[in-house]
């Protein structure tokens, strides 16, 4: 059997779990913006799947001596961690997402290394946005999200539209970090995501057609909700480590009585044996605010402690998640926390160099 074949086989396998956990949770369609439920045990999960691909970086002296295996380590920091943010506009422009992000460095007085950014499926990028924020020296993290279908893209009914972003990604000439379809585990996404095994192939299906462009300058990152990781649904989506170069996580505490360490515990005990960087791609803290300038330093603590995690992105923004309950995050309004989040900025932990070529 094939690697990939084998990787899809345990993916079958690994799914009949993940869909006993959906039933387990019911009712309950967990979206980013919430946490485990008081009481929820932690699990494992299925172990990752595929080699270690070649390449190496060794976790530094903060850390053990296991190194960092990836196909595609060009963005990872040799020392420190990117701190950044994904910033709400005001308007949901192309000026208005620079503007915004623009706003967000004065109100804590430092530049953000790493911008988060979400483009849709079957929609142009990358934008003038994206454009703008790679060719300034940060380090672009691209969600991209909205509705695949996989079993469309497994059948090659869209590869002339990836083929084409492909292309445009290839004409930054700048490293980026790329999700497909975060969140990949979420209850309310399986109408178009079809189970593990297709994402799985989907996944493959789509870096294939990257890479047959030559679009070298992305970095596969795959991150499912660290809700997954608590119930135990998200292992079963993982591709492979040949096909992933960062693992990632969306992280969010119950409240600020739940420090982000706690609420990423099942996702980082099984990133350690990916061997692959690790981005907490969201995070944010439920509940009353009062907490949050004692939990954001912490945050910044979780990062400077577990040296496999090299990015961290904040969710910078109010709103109401995707089962209707509100979300207020928008560090703005809480002027303590922003300062505390303006001092880890500060630090040269957070400041690592970014390499600006492919």
């Excluded at 989040?341 to 390499?355: C, I, K, T, Y």
């Amino acid at each position: 059997m094939t690697g990939r074949g084998l990787r899809l086989a345990m993916a079958v396998t690994a799914g009949v779990l993940g869909i006993a956990a959906l039933a387990l949770a019911g009712h309950v369609l967990v979206h980013r913006h919430h946490g485990r439920p008081a009481g929820a045990a932690a699990s494992t999960g299925s172990l990752p799947t595929g080699s270690l691909s070649t390449g190496s970086l060794s976790t530094g002296s903060l850390g053990s001596a296991r190194q960092l295996q990836g196909s595609n380590l060009t963005l990872v920091p040799a020392r420190g961690a990117y701190l950044g943010a994904y910033v709400q506009p005001a308007s949901y422009t192309q000026r208005g997402l620079i503007t915004a992000v623009s706003a967000f460095e004065r109100r804590v007085g430092r530049p953000i290394d790493l911008v988060h950014t979400y483009d849709q499926w079957g929609k142009a990028f990358p934008t003038a946005a994206d454009s703008y924020f790679a060719d300034s020296g940060k380090v672009l993290l691209l969600t991209w999200g909205g509705s695949p279908d996989t079993q469309a893209i497994i059948a090659g009914r869209d590869d002339a539209m990836i083929r084409a972003r492909a292309q445009a990604v290839k004409r930054l000439r700048r490293p980026i970090l790329m999700e497909f379809r975060h969140e990949m585990d979420r209850p309310n996404l399986q109408w178009t995501i079809h189970g593990p095994a297709n994402y799985i192939a989907a996944w493959d299906h789509v870096r294939s057609i990257f890479s047959a462009v030559g679009a070298t300058n992305v970095s596969w990152v795959w991150c499912p909700t660290g809700y997954g990781f608590q119930v135990g649904r998200a292992q079963a989506f993982y591709p492979g480590n040949n096909e992933v170069d960062w693992v990632c996580a969306d992280v969010y505490a119950n409240s600020t009585g739940q420090s982000l360490g706690a609420a990423a515990t099942p996702f980082l005990s099984w990133a350690t044996r990916t061997g692959k960087p690790v981005i907490i791609g969201e995070f944010a803290a439920n509940g009353h605010a009062d907490g949050w300038s004692s939990w954001m330093a912490a945050a910044g603590r979780l990062a400077e402690s577990d040296r496999q995690i090299r990015a961290m992105a904040y969710f910078d923004g109010n709103g109401t998640d995707s089962n209707g309950h509100p979300f207020q995050y928008w560090l703005a309004s809480h002027p303590r926390a922003l300062s505390v989040f303006g001092r880890l900025l500060a630090e040269p932990f957070f400041h690592p160099s970014v390499r600006a070529d492919p």
